[in-house]
């Protein structure tokens, strides 16, 4: 059974800085691109960041490039999102992705709420 599993969410305030973790099981993780993703209430879900395997190559957002960085660990079978620099239009649930080919999964979300 696959299983990616997200934490390291929460409330923070606007400036500060979150980092999320997504752990996999079930998978090769080895050979799966990860990615981030996020919903805000209303609106669609929208890509963060991605990283690939291997050379592991990283792709992010306009409205994210340079605050937040993405990393994996594949021993740990986990991948990662440093987030700093947070603002109140990153509040959302973040979902973690896997894609290998035509096989896809996500995480079941957290939750970031950036607010004073």
């Known amino acids: 059974q696959v299983q990616l599993v997200e934490s390291g969410g929460g409330l923070v305030q606007p400036g500060g800085s979150l980092r999320l973790s997504c752990a996999a099981s079930?998978?090769?993780?080895?050979?799966?691109?990860m990615g981030w993703y996020r919903q805000a209430p209303g609106n669609e879900r929208e890509l963060v960041a991605t990283?690939?395997?291997?050379?592991?190559?990283?792709n992010y957002a306009d409205s994210v490039h340079g605050r937040f960085t993405i990393s994996r660990d594949n021993a740990k079978k986990t991948v990662y999102l440093q987030m700093n620099s947070l603002r109140p239009e990153d509040t959302a649930v973040y979902y973690c992705?896997?894609?290998?080919?035509?096989?896809?999964?996500w995480g079941q979300g957290t939750q970031v709420t950036v607010s004073s």
């Open positions: 992705n896997a894609e290998f080919q035509s096989s896809v999964y």
């Open positions: 079930g998978i090769f993780f080895d050979i799966y691109a």
């Open positions: 990283i690939t395997r291997g050379r592991r190559q990283t």
